[in-house]
């Protein structure tokens, strides 16, 4: 059994997760990190996806963020996300019309960096609604 450290998941709205875990997956903006025990002193920023939460006690939760970031200390995680959700819970329509929007901010960009951000926020959300069950 691995060792457990303390994470918390934090949205504007609320506190999603508060407890011991043996690991958390967390999409980060440079590629998916497994953050466990013990690990060294990052921070990251979170692109859209899907948080997996192995608690101590056992099973797997996962979460929908749509970004924010993450500080990672050797005894902890926090994770602030601009939004998050339960998967369980996601709303599919919101999904749809989060893409929707970016689609249209991408045909709206004004400058190639405005429209690079636009594209890589789009490419995020696409990913992530595939990689929702069905």
């Known amino acids: 059994m691995a060792e457990a450290f303390k994470f918390e998941l934090v949205s504007p709205e ?3 997760v508060s ?3 043996e690991a958390v ?5 440079d590629g998916e990190m ?3 025990a013990n690990h060294a002193p990052v921070m990251t920023t979170i692109k859209p996806g899907v948080v997996t939460v192995k608690p101590a006690s056992g ?3 996962r979460y929908v963020v749509f970004g924010g970031f993450a500080d990672i200390l050797p005894a902890g995680c926090t994770l602030l996300a601009e939004e998050a959700v339960a998967v369980q819970d ?11 929007d970016a689609q249209e901010d991408l045909g709206d960009a004004k400058s190639d960096a405005a429209r690079a951000k636009a594209q890589q926020y789009l490419d995020h959300l696409s ?8």
């Not at 996601?90 to 929707?100: G, Y």
């Not at 990913?127 to 069905?134: A, C, E, M, R, V």
Request: hydrophobic share 40%; glycine share 8%; no cysteine.
């Open 14 to 16: 609320r506190l999603l």
């Open 19 to 21: 407890e011991s875990v």
């Open 25 to 29: 997956v967390i999409p980060g903006v």
């Open 34 to 36: 497994t953050v466990m």
């Open 59 to 61: 099973g797997e939760q």
């Open 90 to 100: 996601i709303n599919r329509e919101d999904l749809a019309r989060r893409i929707k």
């Open 127 to 134: 990913t992530l609604q595939g990689s929702l069950p069905n």
